[in-house]
């Protein structure tokens, strides 16, 4: 349930709803918009009149939240969440946009990739340092030497670091590196892992899982958010479907959806979301097009030796050309990048 207040309520009538709703034991969850106060009441009881809240003072009026999720919806807070890396927005008028290899490799690709992207315009960098491969042969990623590359190309080039946690056990070790906390697809309905994300302070990137369908997407969301942390960027990396034309189907619907559902920010990934390099500019154009708040792109330097996800990485000449494509779609948006 939420409750809204009334836009000249009083702190005392925000705090005597809030005593009412805590005195019957819901979760209190306070949102302090620009216009109006918002207060979130997350608990499972059915019996309540919502009647009770409404004739209180101050309250301007009740919503049954009938989407299981509440932190993460639009209703407990309707103006967009903007998250921040290293001073770059995201979920704002600006568009984000990440690149960077599938895998870290070694200190030179990292360097030689990063100074790439970033005179191509990207603000952020990705790279994985623990890769999540589906096979236990293929290459596992450098561990806490990728993540030291990572810093450095970071600093060096001015761009913020994404790298994929996939337990919660490297946690405290990836936030010494990292500015952003990536969540893979694999690891999406991983509760523990979401769960020990709210509690720490950095941004977290939620990927989509390959089956999962928009609401439990956003069930995870909220996993992270009810620990406190509401610094969570979703990110649309293609589906699971009978289609074998494209590695996976990158739903570019979800992202008015998740807009319409969600205030957290969502960008698209179609490298994933493709799994072909030709297949990549095309459909970062439609996934800002359709209001993505960011991209993120695979970018190797020579990727027909990268250690994975080669055939899907763009050469930072293509990089370079979908930048200037996507600035001319940003315009016609009156957004920038
Ligand atoms: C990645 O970003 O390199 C990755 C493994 O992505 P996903 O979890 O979407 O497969
Ligand atoms: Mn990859």
Request: hydrophobic share 45%; aromatic share 2%; glycine share 6%.
């Given at each position: 349930m939420v409750v809204v207040m009334d836009m000249q309520a009083t702190e005392a009538q925000i705090q005597s709803?809030?005593?009412?709703?805590?005195?019957?034991?819901f979760d209190i969850h306070r949102s302090t918009g620009v216009t109006r106060t918002v207060i979130g009441a997350i608990g499972d009881k059915t019996g309540v009149d919502t009647r009770d809240f409404e004739v209180l003072p101050g309250v301007h009026e009740v919503v049954r939240i009938t989407e299981p999720y509440k932190l993460a919806s639009r209703t407990f807070k309707e103006e967009d969440t903007v998250v921040e890396a290293k001073g770059i927005q995201i979920g704002g008028k600006q568009l984000a946009l990440i690149a960077g290899p599938c895998a870290v490799e070694s200190r030179d690709q990292l360097m030689?990739?990063?100074e790439q992207v970033k005179e191509a315009g990207a603000h952020g960098l990705r790279g994985g340092a623990f890769k999540p491969r589906t096979s236990p042969y293929s290459f596992q990623g450098l561990g806490e030497e990728g993540l030291k590359y990572l810093r450095e190309a970071g600093e060096r080039f001015g761009l913020f670091v994404v790298t994929e946690v996939m337990d919660r056990a490297?946690?405290?070790?990836?936030?010494e590196y990292a500015d952003v906390l990536q969540v893979g697809a694999r690891n999406m309905q991983n509760y523990t892992l979401l769960t020990e994300l709210g509690k720490q302070p950095k941004p977290v990137l939620l990927k989509r899982g390959m089956a999962a369908t928009v609401e439990d997407w956003l069930m995870s969301a909220e996993y992270i958010m009810a620990g406190g942390n509401?610094?969570?960027?979703?990110c649309e990396r293609g589906i699971r479907t009978f289609e074998r034309?494209?590695?996976?189907?990158?739903?570019?619907?979800?992202i008015p959806v998740v807009h319409k559902l969600s205030h957290l920010p969502i960008i698209a990934d179609p490298s994933h979301g493709t799994g072909i390099r030709e297949k990549v500019l095309p459909m970062a154009r439609a996934a800002v097009a359709a209001g993505a708040d960011g991209l993120m792109v695979e970018?190797?330097?020579?990727?027909?030796h990268a250690k994975s996800d080669g055939a899907q990485s763009l050469v930072p000449e293509q990089f370079r050309e979908m930048v200037r494509e996507i600035r001319i779609i940003v315009q016609a948006l009156g957004r920038e990048v």
């Open positions: 709803v809030i005593g009412r709703l805590s005195e019957m034991g030689t990739i990063a490297q946690i405290a070790l990836i936030s509401h610094q969570v960027i979703l034309y494209t590695r996976n189907t990158l739903d570019i619907s979800a970018v190797h330097h020579d990727p027909n």
